[in-house]
């Protein structure tokens, strides 16, 4: 079989895209990944694998004999958020559009059409031939049948614990996880009651059957657990252990291979009945977002669904902190969900929740504790020179503080859009407001300085000596500003954040109903590094970028936490 050959990077599918800068030379601390994550996959007639990116709002094709990808359903089409896909006899492509709460039928000829938008976070799809069934990722889901030619949904049942990834099984029946009781239900499609069919069972995502009709449950937990289930007599289980995190959904080709999908990293790899593992595309970040680095010069990043670490800190040494490196060279370091802010304390990591939280993770014992709750979408994250973490709080247009009794007091409020913070070395905080476009010094007393305005949508802040650099995503440049004279100036240019040049997404949606977290707000951070070099999360192309001077040493940092 011939080497994977996708495309160099989701940014630049030519491979020649590169920061230029006078100053900076900037080096990447692992591969590009090819995915924005990897959510629902499905053979398509064309023979195929079909891919939802749910963090893009795209669906890409993949040739698994080739590793070639093309993309399907593009990031500035109807589509969102897909989540999961499946294909009706005719060839039409069915999208479960989760955070709208839509679903869409693409026929072969790339037509859309709404089939439903009475669907509350629909996840779980499947066709039984002409015949289409979804379910609802909440608590008390429903299981419905919808018509793509006209006709009112028909609720199959209710009482679905998050329902997912669902498929009509040998005996006829539809089977579903529930994510919140750790269980596996089936239903009959025309007449009859949900039955249970397994329970205990670890973390389940997808239910998935073979050529054989062996039932597979996946599980989204860090082992990379796949529970198989004897249906045909004793339901004796046997558990494969494939170490791949965060498991997402399974597709079986005609040779009845296997290949799973995962949200926290992307990818797509061939699992094995014993374990073994082939990457067929491979895996990076989905992200990332908010970047540091600690003490002893491992980086981290908050990755939407995790906390990770790339594969090399300082330019070609390996991490110090990478015990066990994932295929693509990230380490993943906690599964923690809607991570988007993270800074290193010593050997702690602070990071925010797109849940509205503030917590810090102990990466030794692996334990993570809550420091603040209901935030309003809580971004940037530093420590102040007093051991206090300061946030930006981007929906609530202010910066919030934290002290080490987690009592909350404001800094700052009557903001825009306040992205990140970050401290220089006589320890006065700074924040990027995004929707007015400056960098703003907050003051002793809460009141704000313009240290720069005219910015093109400001994100992550970093300071290395008498300079703060931003970046300006809107123009996708990283800018300067001397903190004595004002003076700005552009560092580097053509950087690879946000969607690719020519691309506009639809609108973001904010939550899932019920106030769940939808869609990641794309954020690049910015941090310094001891040795004088700049950390880029570059959300583009699924990196982390070190920006380096002729004479880093000459530029000294005033700490790593900032961004």
Same mark, same amino acid.
């Given at each position: *079989?011939s080497?994977p050959?996708?495309?160099?990077?989701r940014?630049?599918?030519t491979?020649?895209h590169?920061?230029?800068?006078?100053?900076?030379?900037?080096?990447?601390?692992?591969?590009?990944n090819?995915?924005?994550?990897?959510?629902?996959?499905?053979?398509?007639?064309?023979?195929?694998?079909y891919?939802?990116?749910?963090?893009?709002?795209?669906i890409?094709?993949? +040739?698994i004999?080739?590793?070639?990808? +093309?993309?399907?359903?593009p990031?500035?089409?109807?589509?969102q958020?897909?989540?999961?896909?499946?294909?009706?006899?005719d060839?039409?492509?069915?999208?479960?559009?989760?955070?709208?709460?839509?679903?869409?039928?693409?026929t072969?000829?790339?037509?859309?059409?709404l089939?439903s938008?009475?669907?509350?976070?629909?996840?779980g799809?499947?066709?039984?031939?002409?015949?289409?069934?979804v379910?609802?990722?909440?608590?008390?889901?429903?299981?419905?049948?919808?018509?793509?030619?006209?006709?009112?949904?028909?609720?199959?049942?209710?009482g679905l614990?998050?329902?997912?990834? *669902?498929?009509?099984?040998?005996?006829?029946?539809?089977?579903?996880?529930? *994510?919140?009781?750790?269980?596996?239900?089936?239903?009959?499609?025309?007449?009859g009651g949900?039955?249970?069919v397994?329970?205990?069972?670890?973390q389940?995502?997808?239910?998935?059957?073979?050529?054989?009709?062996?039932?597979?449950?996946?599980?989204?937990?860090?082992?990379?657990?796949v529970?198989?289930?004897?249906l045909?007599?004793?339901?004796?289980?046997?558990?494969?252990?494939?170490?791949?995190?965060?498991?997402?959904?399974?597709?079986?080709?005609?040779?009845?291979?296997?290949f799973?999908?995962?949200?926290a990293?992307g990818g797509?790899?061939?699992l094995?009945?014993?374990?073994r593992?082939?990457?067929?595309?491979?895996?990076?970040?989905?992200?990332?977002?908010?970047?540091t680095v600690?003490?002893g010069?491992t980086?981290?990043?908050? +990755?939407?669904?995790?906390?990770a670490?790339?594969?090399?800190?300082?330019?070609g040494e390996?991490?110090?902190?990478?015990?066990?490196l994932?295929?693509?060279?990230?380490t993943?370091?906690?599964?923690?969900?809607?991570?988007?802010?993270?800074a290193?304390?010593?050997g702690?990591?602070?990071?925010?929740?797109q849940?509205?939280?503030?917590?810090?993770? +102990?990466?030794?014992?692996?334990?993570t504790r809550?420091?603040?709750?209901g935030?309003?979408?809580?971004?940037?994250i530093?420590?102040?020179p007093?051991?206090?973490?300061?946030?930006?709080e981007?929906?609530?247009?202010?910066?919030?503080?934290?002290d080490?009794?987690?009592?909350?007091?404001?800094r700052?409020d009557?903001?825009?859009?306040p992205?990140?913070?970050?401290?220089?070395?006589?320890?006065?905080?700074?924040?990027?407001?995004?929707?007015?476009?400056?960098v703003?010094?907050?003051?002793?007393?809460?009141?704000?300085?313009?240290?720069?305005?005219?910015?093109g949508?400001?994100?992550?802040?970093?300071?290395?000596g008498?300079?703060?650099?931003?970046?300006e995503?809107?123009?996708?440049?990283?800018?300067s500003?001397?903190?004595?004279?004002?003076?700005?100036?552009?560092?580097?240019e053509?950087?690879?954040?946000?969607?690719?040049p020519?691309?506009?997404p639809?609108?973001?949606?904010a939550?899932?109903?019920?106030? *769940?977290?939808?869609?990641?707000?794309?954020?690049?951070?910015?941090?310094?590094d001891?040795?004088?070099?700049l950390?880029?999360?570059?959300?583009?192309?699924?990196?982390?970028?070190?920006?380096?001077t002729?004479?880093?040493?000459?530029?000294?940092?005033?700490?790593?936490?900032?961004?």
């Open positions: *079989m080497a050959a996708v495309r160099p990077s940014f630049d599918d491979g020649s590169r920061p230029t800068s006078a100053r900076w030379r900037a080096s990447r601390l692992g591969p590009p090819p995915l924005w994550g990897s959510n629902g996959v499905a053979f398509g007639p064309d023979g195929r694998l891919v939802a990116e749910f963090l893009a709002g795209r890409s094709a993949l +040739d004999a080739t590793g070639d990808l +093309d993309v399907i359903v990031m500035d089409g109807p589509v958020s897909p989540d999961d896909l499946a294909f009706g006899a060839g039409s492509m069915y999208i479960a559009d989760l955070v709208p709460g839509r679903v869409w039928r693409r072969p000829d790339g037509t859309y059409t089939v938008d009475d669907v509350i976070n629909p996840n799809i499947t066709c039984v031939g002409d015949r289409l069934f379910n609802e990722m909440k608590p008390d889901g429903r299981l419905l049948e919808l018509f793509p030619d006209g006709g009112d949904p028909v609720v199959l049942t209710e614990a998050l329902g997912n990834a *669902m498929q009509r099984g040998p005996d006829g029946h539809l089977y579903y996880p529930h *994510m919140i009781t750790n269980q596996v239900w089936r239903i009959p499609p025309d007449v949900p039955e249970l397994a329970e205990d069972v670890h389940p995502v997808a239910v998935r059957f073979d050529q054989g009709g062996v039932l597979h449950v996946l599980s989204r937990g860090v082992e990379g657990i529970t198989r289930v004897d045909h007599g004793s339901g004796t289980r046997t558990l494969v252990t494939s170490g791949l995190k965060g498991l997402d959904n399974a597709a079986f080709d005609t040779e009845n291979r296997m799973v999908s995962s949200y990293g797509i790899t061939e094995h009945p014993d374990g593992t082939r990457e067929i595309v491979p895996r990076g970040f989905d992200g990332p977002y908010g970047v600690d003490l010069g980086v981290y990043a908050a +990755d939407h669904y995790r906390l670490s790339p594969a090399l800190s300082h330019e390996p991490s110090s902190g990478a015990d066990g994932e295929p693509a060279g990230v993943t370091l906690s599964l923690l969900p809607f991570a988007h802010g993270v290193a304390d010593g702690l990591l602070h990071h925010t929740s849940y509205g939280e503030v917590r810090t993770h +102990d990466p030794a014992s692996g334990t809550q420091r603040a709750q935030l309003r979408r809580p971004l940037g530093a420590v102040a007093d051991g206090s973490l300061v946030v930006a981007a929906d609530a247009g202010r910066v919030v503080a934290l080490d009794t987690d009592t909350l007091t404001v700052a009557g903001l825009d859009h992205v990140d913070v970050a401290f220089d070395a006589e320890g006065r905080c700074y924040v990027s407001d995004e929707g007015r476009g400056a703003l010094r907050i003051e002793e007393d809460g009141t704000t300085t313009v240290l720069a305005d005219g910015l949508a400001p994100q992550g802040l970093a300071v290395l008498g300079e703060l650099f931003t970046v995503t809107a123009h996708r440049r990283l800018t500003v001397s903190l004595t004279t004002g003076e700005r100036r552009t560092e580097a053509d950087l690879p954040v946000g969607p690719p020519g691309v506009v639809v609108t973001e949606p939550l899932f109903a019920g106030g *769940m977290p939808g869609w990641a707000r794309r954020f690049a951070g910015l941090a310094a001891w040795d004088g070099s950390l880029l999360s570059a959300n583009g192309e699924g990196t982390v970028l070190r920006l380096r002729e004479s880093p040493a000459s530029v000294p940092a005033t700490g790593p936490g900032a961004g």
